[in-house]
């Protein structure tokens, strides 16, 4: 399909969603809207199919007009039947009316006056602040409340309108000043419950205020170390040593006030993430710490973190050699630039034939940006040796590379924190030309590609691939922020010039895989003995000719989260899941291999249960893992974890498949897939990246695949004894051999570890 064609129908198609959710008691009282809508969505699903089959321009023509005709006749059905649909959307809004006018005392003075009801004006703004699209009226309905808040001569619809709308400055405009300023002046009129309400709220406000505070001088201190860094690399030490030592000193003293600025917002944030009152509370509302009534598809909407959506093509991919597949098209189609960065990037016959195509598109002319973590792809990274084959392609000026936090940078700042030394990138980002873009699980090694008949002990992974500008505009973005990085070691030419011979490899590995993968079987090369052995195992991957990554795919509302590492600020993803979790009414699936619940998403799962929300866990076993120490941590939590969420199941893989799949379905509407795992090392130390889709279809994909490995997995189960302990009925000790047991019940008393892992 052609940019102007697809223009027109992500146009069209974003007015099918915006008027697909009308209420359901509109259908029972007017069979006529029913049909309506039926004829409609059947002319929208003929439209999407035929744009899906890259029709010409004409045929897309004709059936957007008959889907503009149906789509007007239900919009005038509906229309006809508007007062039903207000009657229902009325009552569904009811107990959103009701929102922070509950209290504890109701026989006393003060609960009788805060419970009256506010004017009519205020209900109908704050029944707006919590439904639907709230974000996009964010700016009419401040305005409202302020307009309410300067007429007003009622001390309680005062009071309430000052806490709504220092919630919306909070929530969607992230101004936190504001909000303190007007729960001040709450927390100064109020008396009884709603005292009690407006100081957590302030508490709230003022910890945001000054977390956002330290966020903004970071970056202005970053960006200073960043402009006296320039500085310094312009001198030679040849001819100009006076002014490269000044310019290094001055160089590592912004470096260091940047540092403690990084650190002060770090400790301001962990203490203030362990009060109580923090980490039980929902961030769905923000500073008022209510929950709000609407579900897991407006809290996508009005998302609390500055990230807008995007609308984008996309599709699940679980198969490994499919994994792969779609890496090798995505760097086959580039014409102008390549971004990638990976956690784990291997010299096996994927990371050899990855960097042989990589060196292929810079020689086209392609711009390469590549990324790889000093602790996952040590073998690469190191310097001596490691890195001959990252050499060979800097030959090509349109080549940078770097190291995330290489060792001999880190190590001077493990004596003040030791996560300075451990903290790395974990993020799997590709970016391509600007328009198509992939993350989740996997990194580049045998492990992630082979298909499990090839090689048993390979992983059970997902990723997504994205079409679509906005999208790929983000990835970049959350790219940029981690590959300029202040404390990234670029890697220069081999000053010994090219002795190794490994271009000549790596050209040669390119060109195997290439044909290995199109059925074409083996490039006889003499420099390729190892990854001819290699490719000979890999009998299922020979399909990739005529490969099409979107096929079966879906237009959907994407958004991006990105999390900095532990050296840096931002952090859009844990917030943002618990809201999710928060929002959700019917179910939480969470797939995840490193399962060491925080006590924020314990917190979080804990409410949801308590609603009688169901909870499906799917992880590994002791018997299924590549990280023993996670297990063993998984192992001391898992039955008190369980008694504490009784509406809870946990799955767990116990033959020779392992999972490092991280994936989220919330409400079966809301999927989450990326990078992030359910530990400490996700939330509070390594940069990570998620994409949230919300579609109904894709969360459907989301949620067949899990169950499909569910079908091939235990379920844990508890009892209480009488003393009200949990006790193991079905679990890791009844599969597990003593040896190993022995060894998890030995690291389990290792605690001080837990946060570290």
């Not at 590994?620 to 063993?632: E, F, G, M, R």
């Not at 941590?633 to 008694?643: G, I, N, Q, S």
């Not at 799949?661 to 409400?667: E, I, P, T």
Request: aromatic share 10%; hydrophobic share 40%; with cysteine.
């Amino acid at each position: 399909m052609s940019r102007t064609n697809l223009k027109y129908f992500l146009l069209v198609l974003a007015l099918v969603i915006t008027v697909a959710c009308s209420p359901l008691a509109v259908f029972a009282a007017d069979p006529g809207v029913k049909a309506a809508y039926d004829e409609y969505l059947k002319c929208y699903n003929e439209f999407k199919a035929a744009a899906d089959q890259n029709l010409d321009a004409d045929t897309l023509k004709t059936y957007a007009e008959r889907y503009k005709e149906a789509l007007e006749k239900y919009q005038g059905k509906l229309k006809d039947s508007q007062g039903a649909a207000e009657s229902a959307l009325d009552r569904a809004a009811a107990a959103a009316d009701e929102r922070g006018r509950i209290v504890e005392n109701a026989g006393s003075e003060d609960a009788q006056s805060a419970a009256a009801p506010s004017s009519a004006a205020l209900s109908a703004v704050v029944k707006e602040l919590h439904s639907t699209g709230a974000r996009d009226k964010a700016d009419r309905l401040i305005a409202q409340l302020e307009e309410i808040i300067q007429t007003s001569k009622s001390k309680d619809e005062l009071i309430d309108a000052k806490i709504e709308l220092a919630n919306a400055y909070a929530m969607f405009k992230l101004n936190f000043n504001k909000a303190v300023e007007l729960l001040s002046d709450v927390v100064k009129t109020s008396t009884g419950p709603k005292l009690e309400e407006a100081n957590r709220a302030l508490s709230r406000a003022k910890y945001s205020q000054m977390k956002t505070t330290l966020a903004t001088t970071i970056t202005q201190k970053r960006t200073d170390a960043q402009a006296k860094k320039t500085t310094y690399q312009q001198y030679s030490w040849f001819k100009n040593p006076i002014k490269k030592v000044a310019s290094l000193g001055s160089y590592y003293k912004s470096l260091f006030t940047y540092r403690k600025t990084v650190a002060e917002h770090r400790s301001y944030r962990e203490n203030g993430e362990k009060d109580p009152n923090y980490v039980n509370y929902e961030f769905l509302s923000d500073v008022f710490g209510k929950r709000a009534e609407f579900g897991v598809g407006d809290t996508f909407d009005n998302t609390t973190m500055p990230v807008d959506d995007s609308f984008a093509q996309i599709r699940l991919i679980t198969d490994n050699n499919e994994a792969w597949y779609a890496r090798w098209y995505m760097l086959n189609a580039a014409k102008s630039t390549i971004d990638l960065t990976y956690f784990i990037f291997e010299k096996d016959a994927y990371g050899k034939a990855m960097l042989g195509l990589l060196m292929k598109k810079a020689n086209e002319g392609v711009k390469i940006r590549l990324m790889i973590d000093a602790r996952g792809s040590k073998a690469l990274a190191k310097t001596f040796m490691g890195q001959d084959y990252l050499q060979k392609l800097l030959i090509n000026p349109n080549v940078q590379i770097r190291v995330f936090n290489p060792m001999h940078k880190a190590l001077p700042s493990t004596f003040t924190n030791i996560r300075n030394l451990i903290g790395s990138n974990h993020q799997k980002i590709i970016v391509i030309d600007g328009e198509l873009s992939m993350t989740g699980g996997r990194n580049v090694s045998l492990n992630y590609f082979a298909d499990p008949t090839d090689d048993a002990n390979v992983f059970r992974d997902t990723d997504v691939i994205l079409r679509g500008a906005e999208i790929a505009g983000k990835m970049k973005e959350a790219f940029d922020e981690e590959f300029d990085a202040l404390e990234n070691f670029e890697i220069s030419k081999d000053l010994l010039g090219n002795w190794s011979g490994k271009e000549k490899e790596l050209i040669a590995a390119e060109k195997a895989m290439d044909m290995w993968i199109k059925g074409m079987g083996p490039l006889n090369d003499p420099v390729l003995k190892e990854v001819n052995a290699e490719l000979h195992k890999y009998k299922k991957m020979v399909n990739y000719a005529g490969y099409d990554p979107f096929e079966n795919s879906h237009y959907a509302a994407v958004k991006l989260y990105g999390k900095h590492n532990f050296q840096q600020e931002r952090n859009d993803i844990t917030d943002n899941l618990v809201a999710f979790m928060d929002a959700c009414t019917q179910e939480i699936i969470v797939q995840n291999p490193y399962v060491i619940l925080t006590d924020k998403s314990r917190a979080a799962l804990k409410r949801a249960s308590d609603r009688g929300v169901k909870i499906i866990i799917h992880t590994n076993s002791p018997v299924s893992t590549d990280s023993i120490l996670t297990q063993a941590f998984f192992l001391k939590d898992w039955k008190e974890v369980m008694m504490a969420l009784p509406n809870a199941r946990v799955f767990v893989f116990v033959g020779k498949n392992k999972l490092h799949a991280k994936v989220f379905v919330f409400d079966k509407l809301v999927s989450v897939v990326g990078t992030y795992n359910m530990d400490y090392m996700s939330e509070q130390i390594n940069g990570e990246d998620v994409c949230a889709v919300k579609s109904v279809e894709f969360s459907k994909d989301c949620r067949d695949r899990i169950f499909e490995d569910i079908s091939q997995s235990k379920e844990y189960k508890i009892g209480i004894n009488e003393k009200g302990e949990p006790y193991e009925i079905y679990g890791p000790g009844s599969f597990t051999d003593k040896k190993t047991m022995f060894i998890l019940e030995t690291l389990m008393k290792l605690n001080i570890l837990k946060p570290l892992i």
